[in-house]
Structures are given as C-alpha cells and as structure tokens.
C-alpha cells in the first residue's frame, strides 16, 4: 500500500520563526490534504491541495504530484500553532494519514 | 452549521461492557468515517459508509460495528469492551467522496479499565 512519511517527527521553534513541514508518499495519489490537531484534540482541515500551491494567512503549502511531496510552510509562529500536523492522501480507494509532525512552538 | 458532532466528549468503561458512541453531522455529507487515535499515533481507519444503508470496514473494524440508517447518523458500537480499545475516537464526514475535504468531530476519549 502507499507509505506516508511526514518529517521532521518532533519540532521546537521560538515564537516568530518560520518552519517547513515536509510529506512524502511512495506512490500516486489523487489528494492530499494537511489538518492541525491543536492541544485539545480538535483536528481542523488547513488545506486540500492535491496539487499546486495555495496560501491561507501565515500559512501556505505546496504539493508537487510529479515527485511526491507536499510542504506545509508556517512563518512567523505563535503559540497557538503548537500541536500535531498531519498530512493525508487518497490512494487505491483509500484515505491514509501520515504519523504527524509534532510542533511546539515556545513563547 | 455545527459540523459533526460526537457524544459523550468522555467515557469510562469496564471490560466487557459496551457502548455505542455518536456521530451526526449536518453538512448533508454522503461520506462518514470512524477512525481511532492511539497515544503519539496517527489515524486508523474503523469503518465507513458512502451513504444511507452502506457501511464497509476499515483497517481495524474487529471489536466494532457500525450502522447507517439516515445520511446524518454513523454510529459505532462496541459490544464487548477490551483494554486494547483505549483510545480517543473521531468520526468525520466529507461531502462527495473521498477526494472531498475531510471535517472531524471533536473526539470521544475512551478508557477501558
């Protein structure tokens, strides 16, 4: 089946710096999808991005189908960007979901 | 809209007891998925059901059911609890397929004791 592999595992940034989140996948997909699961628990859908690049405020992310990698760029951190970031993909009829980055973010 | 929507937020059981835990959305989403969250893991899929009357397994469906009686209802049912279902539980739903944008519920944190 296809792998999905989200680097780095664990991430500690001071507020305000910028970082990138990477997603690879061993194989073709039709969508990839990024979500946040913030300190609660609450896993919140950031970006649908199957392939191209789309921007939403201090965030924004970058799929590249043809060589199986997505980006998911945060600049100027805050606190409120702590938690788990997952990225997902729809393969063979199914969805996967990556091990998620951990990012801790520090005031 | 209030999206999806999980109860209880939090359940204590013993072994062997069961317990069904509820999903409901109100987006008219054809798409309805479980999946359980282990500690520092990703998502597992359970079941889903790509609409009224239809339900398919996951990767881990043993120790689950599921029914799908109406487009805004996906229940999942554990009959005999167990340890190894510890674990906090998520159902989502998306509106078409499964290349639509996925919208989870809060969660429902289970203890098995």
């Known amino acids: 089946g296809i792998q999905v592999e989200q680097s780095p595992p664990d991430l500690i940034l001071q507020e305000g710096a910028n970082s990138t989140l990477r997603c690879n996948f061993s194989?073709?997909?039709?969508?990839l999808q990024w979500f946040h699961q913030n300190p609660w628990g609450q896993l919140i859908n950031l970006f649908y991005?199957?392939?191209g690049t789309k921007q939403n405020g201090r965030l924004s992310a970058t799929t590249v189908a043809t060589e199986r990698y997505s980006l998911l760029y945060i600049s100027s951190s805050q606190t409120t960007d702590s938690g788990v970031y997952f990225c997902?993909?729809?393969?063979?009829?199914?969805?996967?979901f990556g091990k998620g980055t951990r990012l801790h973010i520090l005031p | 809209n209030a999206g999806v929507t999980q109860t209880p937020k939090f359940r204590i059981l013993k072994i062997g007891q069961s317990m069904t835990l509820q999903c409901a959305q109100d987006m008219n989403h054809n798409y309805m998925y479980w999946y359980r969250q282990d500690p520092g893991m990703g998502l597992k899929l359970i079941y889903y059901s790509v609409g009224a009357g239809i339900t398919d397994k996951g990767e881990v469906p043993n120790g689950y059911n599921v029914s799908r009686s109406t487009t805004e209802d996906f229940p999942l049912r554990l009959e005999l609890a167990a340890p190894s279902q510890t674990s906090v539980y998520f159902c989502?739903?998306?509106?078409?397929?499964?290349?639509?944008?996925?919208?989870f519920g809060n969660g429902t944190r289970l203890t098995v004791t």
């Open positions: 194989d073709s997909v039709n969508n």
């Open positions: 991005i199957p392939s």
């Open positions: 997902a993909v729809v393969g063979n009829d199914k969805i996967i």
């Open positions: 989502a739903s998306s509106y078409a397929d499964l290349l639509s944008p996925l919208h």
